[in-house]
Structure formats: structure tokens, C-alpha cells
């Protein structure tokens, strides 16, 4: 089994800060990929930052230059540091991994519960 604990979300005002965090746990054999997607009310989940399976970085653009997503390989987390929040960022957060059990089952996108983010004066 394996999951994923998400933590760090919260209430902040626009221009603040937020640092997200996201661990996988269980019987993991490697983890592949992980990153955040986000949901805003009535819209469609979209990513926010990743990293592939290469290793590269993926951002939304609306991302680049404010949010940055880093890792810590050997406890298979990865956090995601959030600067010049705006109104248009608060969403739920969810985590998500590319990962592989011991028993070989393979999950190419499981997902975290999600963390809300709440931007608002």
C-alpha cells in the first residue's frame, strides 16, 4: 500500500507565503515522479509543478517565477515553496506520485486527500 501525506496548506494573504509538503509512504519500491495539481471551485484540476520521471521540473506558467518545487529523494517527499500568493491560487492542493510497490503494482498517478489553500485578505 502506499500513501501520500500532504501538509502545510492554510489561510495567508495575497503577496504572502506557503510551503507545501507532500510524503509517500508504504511498501514503495521507487518513486518515479511526484508533484502537485491543484483544484479551484468549478474549474478543472490542473498541474501546478512536477517533476518527471527525468528529473526535470515542470511548472504552470502562472507558476514560474513564484512557486518553486523541490525534493528529498531519500524520504520520497516533495515540497512545494509558494511566494507572491494571489486571489486566483486558492484551491485544493493535491499531491501526486508515479510510484511502484514492492509487489510490483504499478500506480502512474495516485493521489494525495489535498490540502486547501486559501488566499484572502
Known amino acids: 500500500q502506499v500513501q501520500l501525506v500532504e501538509s502545510g496548506g492554510g489561510l495567508v494573504q495575497p503577496g504572502g507565503s506557503l510551503r507545501l509538503s507532500c510524503q509517500a509512504s508504504g511498501t514503495i519500491y521507487s518513486v518515479y515522479a511526484m508533484g502537485w495539481y491543484r483544484q479551484a471551485p468549478g474549474k478543472q484540476r490542473e498541474l501546478v509543478a512536477a517533476?518527471?520521471?527525468?528529473?526535470?521540473?515542470n511548472y504552470h506558467n502562472d507558476a514560474k517565477g513564484r512557486f518553486t518545487i523541490s525534493r528529498a529523494n531519500g524520504e520520497n517527499t516533495v515540497y512545494l515553496e509558494m511566494n507572491r500568493l494571489k486571489y486566483e491560487d486558492t484551491a485544493v492542493y493535491y499531491c501526486t506520485a508515479e510510484v511502484e510497490l514492492t509487489d510490483g503494482t504499478f500506480y502512474d498517478q495516485f493521489w494525495g486527500q489535498g490540502t486547501q489553500v486559501t488566499i484572502s485578505s
Open positions: 517533476f518527471t520521471s527525468t528529473g526535470s521540473r
